[in-house]
């Protein structure tokens, strides 16, 4: 037995979403109240009754909600946060104490991935070994907005009022690295790593080592453009490039490739609009006009790293 589990967090998401979908549906000044409000009710839905919903009654749900964004149903709410100069005084009183909640979330995620990990009393454990790190970094969530409401004097209804205003500003992106996730895992079902494979050994001299791994590197940079998400394009690239002909073609650790191979795809996530969540929504929160000024910003260092990933892997993977 455990007494966090992934599922418990699963649950507090799903409560939340309900939070913002009944403060949507309360907003008279909304512009798409119900279409909005509605899609945060369904989106609540498998968080907290994955375990128990059949397939295709999840399956009919993420079709709402693509209906819904489609149509354009989903809005941002026009409710009002504090004023600039509240917040600029806000920063000044608070000074570098802003950060410690941001930073208590990867803290936690590690210390309980390496210590938490092993408390348990008696039979029950304190958390699932079975999704450790995810359920870590949930419950570095929870400290974070129990130090944040600490260290700012916040009541908690502001903590539920401001997140429904940033939930809302993200508005449907914020389900795109679950759709792509799984996106992923049909291609990966499909065959399209067979089909990728195919291409690699009629246009590339994949017998050499140095392109093996140019072509894998740079095919897991350009899919996940295309996708939006590294997880999406790594059963892809990796069963139609990385494992035939890295491994065992030419004899690479699977372990180096695979790691070396998320991190070149995440340098295609730095580039891309696909990436909603990582490169439009921030775009959005910051009211910058150039809507591409975040990639822009990440294009060179997004060429940079995946040249020394590839590298990095030439004279790794072949060696160790």
């Not at 699932?128 to 969530?141: F, I, Q, R, W």
Request: glycine share 10%; charged share 10%; hydrophobic share 55%.
């Amino acid at each position: 037995m455990k007494l966090l589990s992934i599922d418990t967090f699963y649950v507090i998401a799903g409560v939340f979403l309900l939070l913002v979908a009944g403060r949507t549906a309360m907003d008279q000044n909304h512009p798409k109240r119900w279409g909005s409000a509605f899609f945060w009710a369904l989106l609540a839905m498998p968080f907290i009754f994955g375990n128990i919903l059949p397939p295709i009654v999840t399956g009919y749900l993420v079709l709402g909600l693509v209906l819904l964004a489609a149509t354009g149903q989903v809005a941002q709410s026009r409710e009002l946060s504090t004023t600039r100069t509240e917040r600029a005084a806000s920063a000044e009183r608070l000074k570098n104490n802003l950060f410690w909640p941001a930073l208590l979330i990867p803290g936690t995620a590690v210390l309980g991935t390496l210590l938490l990990s092993k408390v348990h009393f008696g039979d029950v454990r304190l958390l699932d070994p079975a999704n450790l790190t995810v359920t870590a970094v949930s419950l570095g969530a929870l400290v974070a907005l129990a130090t944040g409401l600490r260290v700012t004097g916040a009541r908690p209804l502001i903590a539920i009022g401001e997140g429904s205003r940033l939930l809302q500003a993200i508005g449907w992106a914020l389900i795109l690295p679950q759709l792509l996730a799984a996106l992923g895992g049909i291609f990966a079902q499909a065959g399209v790593g067979s089909v990728v494979a195919g291409l690699v050994t009629r246009t590339l001299p994949v017998q050499f080592p140095f392109v093996a791994v140019l072509a894998y590197c740079t095919g897991m940079a350009l899919f996940t453009m295309c996708l939006g998400n590294a997880f999406a394009a790594f059963p892809v690239i990796t069963l139609g490039v990385g494992l035939p002909f890295v491994v065992q073609q030419h004899g690479g650790n699977p372990a180096i490739m695979a790691a070396i191979g998320m991190l070149s795809g995440y340098c295609g996530t730095l580039m891309t609009p696909m990436a909603a969540n990582f490169n439009i929504v921030p775009v959005m929160l910051l009211e910058l006009t150039d809507k591409n000024a975040v990639i822009k910003a990440q294009l060179p260092i997004g060429l940079t790293i995946l040249a020394v990933n590839i590298l990095l892997m030439y004279f790794c993977v072949y060696r160790f």
